[in-house]
């Protein structure tokens, strides 16, 4: 014969021995079930064991039990009430489901299963609404507009630049050049008395008999302006790099 008052002795012990100040007796008058019995609650929150017990908790059950005489193998009253932020529909939901398993687990102490039950209930009904929320916070935080640093590409400042641009470029072109292009005094315009007087007319024969050797000789230094142009497109694409390595570097 089954000493079901030794069981349920030993069963309270254990409770309070893993749950703690989670577990308490309770008067029968507030327990809310029909039985002048021993009545016990236990506390019971969504969160997990490892977080901050001084944080307070949006959500808390009590779950409210009382053994009958023949427990285990008959099952316990059981009772739920919302301590903070259940719904009354959610209550009802929940303790339909606690006494289910009660009836499958007739035969054996089943007060801790239905206390891990009703704790994996809490976190997929509640918890999953605190997850929620930090989820659509971490997506809004992604989708924040960066704001690029450094000088916006407009009309005004690509004009700016390209004038510089093409004020590099003339102060190059004035390097290659030979420098007695660019030192030679302009010679006076002579009359034609003068520059017959000069000798130059006589000389002028000689220079035609030497004009091809000379031509073949000397090589002359031709700037092309098409060289040195580039159109619109390139010139942009240059800024843009230019403005991409300044902005790398800074």
């Not at 507030?30 to 977080?51: A, Y």
């Not at 929940?94 to 054996?108: D, F, I, R």
């Not at 694409?237 to 230019?242: D, F, I, P, T, V």
Request: charged content about 35%; aromatic content about 6%.
């Amino acid at each position: 014969m089954t000493d079901h008052l030794q069981e349920q002795e030993m069963e309270i012990e254990a409770l309070e021995a893993i749950l703690m100040d989670e577990f308490k007796e309770i008067h029968s008058g507030e327990s809310g079930l029909n039985t002048s019995n021993r009545c016990f609650q236990i506390t019971l929150s969504p969160q997990d064991d490892d977080t901050d017990q001084s944080t307070t908790l949006p959500v808390l059950l009590a779950l409210i039990f009382s053994h009958t005489e023949k427990y285990p193998d008959e099952p316990p009253l059981l009772n739920v009430k919302s301590i903070r932020g259940i719904q009354v529909s959610d209550l009802k939901v929940l303790k339909e489901k606690l006494e289910q398993e009660a009836s499958e687990n007739l035969g054996m102490a089943m007060i801790y299963t239905l206390v891990t039950s009703a704790k994996e209930w809490l976190s997929e009904r509640y918890g999953q609404d605190a997850d929620a929320d930090n989820v659509e916070e971490e997506e809004s935080t992604k989708d924040e507009v960066i704001i690029p640093h450094g000088e916006p590409v407009t009309v005004d400042t690509f004009l700016a630049w390209r004038e510089r641009f093409e004020a590099e470029l003339a102060l190059e072109r004035a390097k290659l050049m030979p420098e007695s292009a660019l030192t030679a005094p302009k010679e006076k315009k002579l009359s034609g008395r003068q520059w017959f007087e000069s000798g130059r007319a006589t000389a002028k024969g000689a220079a035609r008999v030497n004009e091809e050797s000379d031509e073949e000789d000397e090589e002359d230094i031709d700037f092309d302006d098409d060289d040195f142009e580039d159109d619109d497109e390139d010139m942009l694409e240059h800024y843009l790099a230019e403005k991409s390595d300044l902005s790398t570097h800074s």
